[in-house]
């Protein structure tokens, strides 16, 4: 079964920094582009980054641009994502995604379960 799995989370003081992790199993992530979103308490979920298949071009959005980083690893067969000078509103349960292929761009197909990032001021 195709999985994806998240990790890395955890609780951190405001301008801190934490590198989350998302590993697959059964598939080779390098071919797939891989997003990374995330959903805060009471909000819809929304695309912060993601990293093309193959080539990997990486794109972020407007908002984290310049303190988020995402980035791959083709012999762990994972996709990272380097969050840096937290702030509270980073709060939120962070997940990846693959998509169907190569472009960041949806339908996204799997979803991990997900990795809470809690900043505190």
């Known amino acids: 079964q195709l999985q994806l799995v998240e990790s890395g989370g955890g609780l951190v003081q405001s301008g801190g920094s934490l590198r989350l992790s998302c590993t697959a199993s059964?598939?080779?992530?390098?071919?797939?582009?891989i997003g990374w979103f995330r959903q805060a308490p009471g909000k819809e979920r929304e695309g912060v980054a993601c990293i093309s298949g193959g080539d990997g071009i990486t794109y972020y959005v407007d908002s984290v641009k310049g303190r988020f980083t995402i980035s791959r690893d083709n012999a762990e067969n994972a996709v990272f994502l380097q969050i840096d000078t937290l702030t509270p509103e980073d709060t939120a349960v962070y997940y990846c995604a693959r998509g169907r292929e190569a472009l960041c761009e949806a339908p996204w197909h799997y979803w991990g379960h997900g990795t809470q990032v809690t900043v505190s001021s």
């Open positions: 059964r598939f080779t992530l390098d071919y797939y582009a």
